[in-house]
């Protein structure tokens, strides 16, 4: 009896923890954290073997592997039954070597009929597929909801704060919002504006297309349109020959036959684009198409034709911490589940497009005396990635939103994470991010907003920094957002 009546304690003492872990995400963490718990990696297909390193791991590790098809969803009206024969799903990630694959550099009308994309759409697929098939069908991803609500003149961007700590170095990626992968607030009519007027001035270093990347270039605007016209209706809209893009926003039309895809993306989309294509022999991916008007140090001039860990040389623990795992999750990363994450930093003003040499990063090199904390905003680039199912590229895409610092001091616990994170980050990070020329400023001001939040019971005194709950957001988030926009 006495075993039998220990067991049922043991039992109700598991419970009951369970039960009060469950209860808060906040406390349960500081808990766990205390007893130093840290839960086994699950050894998932976007994680490499823990033994592997760049300079150890085989150079044709990723020549072999493939992200999954999507080929059987296309519509049958679309199929041609001669082709059936050929497998429209590589097995186990891997693909039949008698299909030729499309060499990265040639153009669609020059490949061999039977050639294949890396997600196993041939040639002679995508001609039959034309314009604006079903995407939401290929890729596995609903079209949005119409977000009838939405008023241009009022709308404001989600208040991003993609803050963590500890902070290091790492994608901390989550599953896309598939009903906000393109987001419109009320600058939308003056970003595109200052979008077209860099174009004018910059030309290729904003804007520009390698051979090769006609197929995703099309799939890419042609998923976007499809995107808006879905998401606001009451905007935008496709003529019934689809050969037309109607914008009433700008009042304009936009010639779908006429116009090169990424310029109908610059004309209409205020987001960044960076598209991505498998090099069939190497498995690598390249940067080989884009438009990017919000870079802040390079631009697509300096970095088109770069292979995945050329263009993230720069990053602070790049090679030793992220680039196999990277490359490995690039090669096997599905249609069906995109992904989105954030970066920061502190900016004075709001640069938006910053080349190599421009004047403003004078502005870095120093702490200004006289700066007033008024000037200093967050930068925020949202980010999503998600594979186009036809031409199997990656699509990376940003947008560059500012928020003043100000705004930090009614938003519980931001100032004392962001604070933190500026006083105690890694010093390697930190001068990447390039936040000491505003730092003199901010940190006072946080240190002093955060006394405020524990007075007015806002935050608890004590509350020991970590990732919030609610992140890439804050606590009560959403029904300010929704004040401060009117709907």
């Not at 039977?114 to 597929?129: G, I, N, R, Y």
């Not at 009451?234 to 039309?253: G, V, Y």
Request: charged share 25%; proline share 9%.
């Amino acid at each position: 009896m006495i075993q039998l009546s220990l067991i049922y304690l043991g039992l109700v003492f598991i419970f009951t923890t369970i039960i009060g872990l469950s209860w808060s995400v906040r406390q349960r963490n500081i808990l766990l954290d205390r007893i130093r718990f840290r839960a086994r990696r699950d050894p998932g297909a976007s994680t490499p073997p823990l033994h592997l390193s760049p300079e150890k791991a085989p150079q044709d590790v990723f020549k072999d592997l493939f992200p999954p098809s999507r080929r059987k969803y296309m519509s049958a009206s679309h199929l041609d039954p001669a082709k059936e024969a050929r497998p429209p799903d590589p097995a186990s990630l891997t693909r039949d070597p008698r299909i030729p694959l499309m060499p990265l550099a040639t153009k669609l009308g020059e490949c061999e009929p039977h050639a294949c994309t890396a997600t196993e759409f041939s040639a002679e697929d995508v001609k039959d597929l034309g314009d604006f098939p079903d995407y939401a069908k290929l890729c596995g991803v609903p079209l949005p909801e119409a977000y009838t609500e939405f008023d241009i003149n009022k709308a404001l961007p989600r208040p991003y704060r993609p803050l963590r700590w500890p902070y290091h170095q790492t994608m901390s990626l989550t599953r896309l919002e598939s009903d906000w992968w393109l987001e419109l607030d009320k600058n939308y009519a003056l970003r595109i504006k200052q979008r077209n007027e860099l174009y004018q001035k910059h030309g290729k270093a904003v804007l520009d297309y390698l051979p090769g990347s006609e197929i995703a270039c099309k799939e890419l605007m042609e998923m976007c349109l499809q995107f808006v016209c879905a998401r606001y209706p009451q905007h935008f809209s496709l003529s019934p020959d689809k050969c037309t893009f109607h914008n009433s926003i700008l009042q304009t039309e936009t010639d779908l036959k006429a116009t090169h895809p990424l310029h109908t993306l610059l004309q209409n989309i205020p987001e960044d684009f960076a598209i991505m294509l498998r090099d069939p022999e190497s498995g690598f991916y390249y940067f080989r198409a884009g438009v990017i008007c919000s870079s802040l140090g390079w631009n697509v001039g300096t970095k088109i034709g770069m292979q995945l860990k050329e263009i993230h040389a720069p990053i602070p623990d790049y090679k030793e911490k992220m680039q196999l795992s990277m490359d490995r999750f690039f090669s096997k990363f599905p249609t069906d589940k995109p992904i989105q994450r954030g970066s920061w930093g502190l900016e004075v003003d709001e640069p938006l497009f910053m080349p190599p040499g421009d004047p403003h990063e004078a502005h870095r090199l120093t702490q200004s005396p006289t700066l007033p904390l008024s000037r200093i905003h967050l930068r925020v680039d949202w980010q999503t990635l998600r594979r186009l199912p036809v031409s199997g590229a990656i699509i990376f895409n940003f947008k560059a939103l500012f928020t003043p610092v100000e705004r930090f001091r009614h938003e519980p616990y931001v100032p004392a994470l962001c604070a933190r994170i500026l006083k105690e980050g890694k010093k390697s990070l930190m001068g990447y991010k390039n936040t000491w020329h505003v730092e003199h400023v901010v940190i006072p001001a946080l240190e002093a907003w955060d006394r405020e939040q524990v007075e007015r019971g806002w935050k608890e005194e004590g509350w020991k920094v970590e990732t919030l709950a609610e992140s890439p957001w804050f606590p009560g988030w959403e029904r300010k957002w929704r004040a401060d926009q009117g709907f």
